[in-house]
C-alpha cells in the first residue's frame, strides 16, 4: 500500500506531499511516523494509493502509524481548500484541526488503576486480617482505585495481587476541566419571539440567518434550542463565542444544559486538557463544540448547526497565517455538512447586515428585552464642560450623582475605560519628551502599581523616570487616565465602597477571568472597573448603573471601522445594565458629544447607524463597496525591509498595471507604527473593487521567498496599525 503523506514541517520548501510505502492498514487523515531527510518526523497521510510514480524500491516506509485518524474526509479537504487560497502550507494549515499534543507527539493521556477481584474462589490464611478486610471490602464495591486501597490495606493489596486473587486494570481518564462551573439546569419556555426564531431559523431556504437581537432579548437560549434540537435529530453542533474565558455563565449554562456532550476547546486549557476535549468530540462522546474562533476546526461529522455569537466580533478574523475569517470556514463546513449557520448579535458587522438586507442571509429581529424589560436610559455627558467647570478627574459630575445613587441603593455598577495602566503618556513637562519603547515605535504606559513604565505592544517593562533622561528635569507629567488611576480615584471619592478591576494585568492565568467575574457576580465588589472585557455579554441582574468613560478613544482610532466599533463597543457596555426589575442608567463621558454614532448607540438607533453608515462607505468607496487589501513587509533590518518592500511593490505593480480598473488606491508607506518589537514595517496599501484579482497579488507577494523579512498579505484587517 502507497501513502500520500504531508510532513509536519512548516517550511515552504518542504510543504509537497510525499509517498511512503506501508507494510500495515492505515486510512486517510492517520497521522505517522515516518523516516525525512535524515530525521524522523510527524506526518499525516493525505491519500491511501495502490500505485506510485516512483519505483517501489525507492519509496522509504511508514514507521508508525495511531490507530485512528486525526482527521476525517471533511477536515482533509478544508486544510486544502485553505491552503490554496491563501497560499498558506498545508503542514501548517493541517496544525489549525490538531491541538498541539498530537502533533509533537507528546499525548500524556491520563490513567488511573483500578483493582477489582479477579478469583472469587480464594480464601486468605485466618491471621491475614487485612487481606479479609480488603476482600470484603472489594465484594461488596466492585472496584476501587489503586492508591485509595494501598493507603487503606497496605501490603495486603500487593499480596493478594501476587497471589493473582485481584488484579490491576489501567484506564484512561479524562480530565474535566470545567468540573467545577455546576450551575443548575433551566430549561425555558420560550418566548413566542424566541419560538419564531427558531422555527424561522429551521424553515428558511436559506444556509445563514441573522440574528440581529438587542442586549438581553434571550439569544442564547434561541441558541441552546437550535442546539438541543440537533443533538435530537443525532447530529453535532458547534458554538462560538469571541472570548471563551469571558463567558463563564455561557459554559455553565451549557454544561448544566447539555453536561458531558457539550467539549470546551478553549487556549487557556493545559494542553492535555485540550487533547482530551478534542479527543472526546473526535470520537463522538462530546457532541457539541463550544470555543473561540478555533473551534470552527473541531473534528465532528454530521454537524447540525454552526452557531456564531456576537459575530460582529473581531477576534473572528484570524491574524496569523493563515489569515481566515471564522465565517468562511463555517461557511464551508455547512456547505459540507449541508448544515445551518446562525450569527447572533446586539450590534451585527455593516457587511453582515448588508447582505441580510439584500436577502442573502435570512434576518430575523429582535427588538425587545425578554419581559419586555426597558433599554437602559443614556445620558451623554460633555466633557468639555466639565473641564470649563474645574473638574479635572475622570468623572463628571452627573456621573458621581448616580454612582452615589447606585452605592446607596445598594447596586452595583461597571466602570469601562479602554486603557489600562495608570497614565497612558508620561511626559516631561520642561522640555516635552515623551517616554517611548526602545523596540517599538509607541509611547509607554505608567504602572502605578508595579512603579513600572509598559510597552503595550511588546510587553517590554521599564523603571520608571526619576528624572527626564532628556532634560533632567523633575517634572515628570502623566498624561490620560488608564483603569489603575481610575481605580485608585474611585477609591479616594468613596472609601467605603468595594472595587475590582478587570484587564490584561488582573486576568493573568487560567482563571482570572473566572475570578473576577464570579467575585463581582457573588456581590462581593459594589464597582467593577475595566477594558473592553467588561463589555462581554456578561449578565449581572445587580448591575443598574454602566459609565463610559472616554467614548472617544475608539472613535478616533485611523480605522474606516472606528465608528462601527465605537458603535459596537457602547451598545454592548450599556447592554450591561438594568438587565433584571430594576431600570438601568448608563452614563457616556465624551468631548465630542454632538458626534452622530454616540447619538444613535445612545437612542439603540441600530438602523439608524446603519444607514448613516452604510452611505458613508459607499460615498467613499470602503468596505463592503471595496475590499482592503494590505501588503506587510517587516524586518529587523530597514534597509533590507525596504529593498523588499521595493521589489514585492514592483511585482504589485504589474498587477495594478494589468488591472487599473480594479482598483481604487495603491500606494507604499509606512505602517502607522514604524516598529514593533524591533521590526521596522512598511506596507502595500490596495483598495479594490472586486475580489477577483485577490489571486494575483497573492501570487505577486508569495512566488518570492524570503528569509529575514516577513511579508504576508491581510485582507480587510481590523487592525491597520
Ligand atoms: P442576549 O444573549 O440576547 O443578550 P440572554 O440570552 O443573556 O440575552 O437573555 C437575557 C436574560 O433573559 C437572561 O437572564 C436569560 O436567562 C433570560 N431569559 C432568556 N430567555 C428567557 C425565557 N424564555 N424566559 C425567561 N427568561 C429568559
Ligand atoms: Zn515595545
Known sequence: MICEVIVDVAHSEVDKIFDYACDFPVEAGVRVTVPFAGRTVTGFVMRVKDMSDFPAEKLKKIYRADDFPALNAECLSLAKKIAERYRCPLALTLRLFLPAEMRTGKVSERYKSYIKIADESYVPPLRAAAQLAL????????????????????????????????????????????????????????????????????????TVTLLHGVTGSGKTEIYLTLIASALEAGRTAIFLVPEISLTPQM???LRARFGGHAAILHSGLSAGERFDEWNRLREGSARIAIGARSAVFAPLENIGVIVIDEEHDGSYSSETSPRYTTFEIARLRA?????????????????????AMEGEFELVRLPDRINARPMPEVEIVDMRREVRRGNPSPFSAALREKLQNTLDSGNQAILFLNRRGYAQTVICRDCGYVAKCEHCDVSLTYHSEEDCLKCHYCGARYKMLPACPSCGGRHIGYVGTGTQKVVQELKKLYPASRILRMDVDTTSGKEGHYEILSRFSRREADILVGTQMVAKGHDFPSVTLVGILDADMSLHFPD????????????????????????????????????????????????????????????????????????????????ETVEILKEVYGRLQQVYAAHLEKFLFFNRMHAPVKRIQNKYRYQVLMRLVEGDVLKEIYSAVYDEKYKNVLVYVEENPSNLS
Open 335 to 355: 456547505k459540507y455538512n449541508r448544515c445551518k449557520i446562525v450569527l447572533g448579535s446586539a450590534t451585527p458587522a455593516v457587511e453582515t447586515y448588508r447582505r
Open 251 to 253: 459554559l455553565s449554562q
Open 560 to 639: 474606516y471601522r472606528s465608528g462601527e466599533r465605537t458603535f459596537q463597543l457602547v451598545t454592548q457596555v450599556a447592554g450591561r445594565s438594568g438587565r433584571a426589575e430594576a431600570q438601568g442608567k448608563v452614563v457616556l463621558q465624551t468631548y465630542d458629544p454632538e458626534n452622530y454614532i454616540l447619538r444613535f448607540a445612545a437612542k439603540y438607533d441600530y438602523e439608524g447607524f446603519y444607514e448613516h453608515e452604510i452611505a458613508m462607505r459607499a460615498a467613499t468607496a470602503f468596505p463592503p463597496f471595496a475590499k482592503i487589501v494590505r501588503v506587510m513587509v517587516s524586518g529587523e533590518d530597514e534597509r
Open 135 to 206: 476482600l470484603s471490602y472489594l465484594s461488596e464495591k466492585g472496584e476501587e482505585e489503586a492508591p485509595v486501597l494501598r493507603s487503606r490495606f497496605g501490603g495486603a493489596v500487593t499480596a493478594l495481587l501476587k497471589k493473582g486473587a485481584l488484579s490491576e486494570e489501567k484506564r484512561q481518564v479524562l480530565r474535566d476541566p470545567y468540573k467545577k462551573l455546576g450551575g443548575e439546569r433551566r430549561e425555558r419556555v420560550l418566548t413566542p419571539a424566541q419560538q419564531k426564531a427558531v422555527d424561522t431559523v429551521t424553515e428558511t431556504e436559506k
